[in-house]
């Protein structure tokens, strides 16, 4: 009997432990350390955060930044009050590709959210993203109605975090569930707001170029 209630202590020891150790592997990827990326334009400089939780296009805008396939393409659309675009490669070492949208309601469009671009709806249905371009939003202050609209129209529940951030920073939230957001803006959202009110001509381009080159930073 005492081996047997021996047996059974070691028993559930072994299952606490196991249940510990699936905890810590459950542990939120946005609870990891994030690698770190400095964009340098020619109008400053802006430092973002690549999110662990979208793998996908964590591992390819890592590449491209690392590869240096970045340097010297510019922000060819900025439109005022939305977003900045860039990532339009000059000399792509290789034909156009795609990546499975990796959207996660977690994130939403907030100022500073950086995202990937995509075809529309009507020739790409599975929202899948650019394989090199990217835009970083800007966005407008949003109220407490406007969002509870967009909430019954996206079908996303916004948490009050979410709300508040909306509401004293802004972003575009009627892009929230359409887009993969990949990262955000951890320094230089100055250069941000410096470049999305430069003049631009036809088709959102900046009249003068706005260049970038890319430096990542490894935690």
Known sequence: MKFKNTFSLCLLFVCMFAVSTVNAQEATEEEKPRTQVLIKTSMGDIKIELFNETKLHRKNFLMLAKSGQYNGSIFHRVIRDFMIQGGELKNPRRPDYTLPAEI???????????????????????????????????????KPTDLDAMS??????????????????????????????FGR?????????KIAAVKVGGGSKPLKEITMTMKVILL
């Open 152 to 181: 019954q129209r996206n079908g996303i529940k916004y948490t009050d975090k979410q709300k508040l951030t909306y509401e004293t920073l802004g972003g575009t939230p009627f892009l929230d569930g359409q887009y993969t957001i």
């Open 185 to 193: 803006v951890i320094e230089g959202m100055e250069v941000l707001e």
């Open 104 to 142: 996660n309601h977690g994130y939403v469009h907030t100022k500073g959210m950086l995202s990937a671009a995509r075809k529309p709806d009507s020739a790409n249905p599975m929202k899948a993203s650019s394989g090199s371009q990217f835009y970083i939003v800007q966005g407008t202050r949003q």
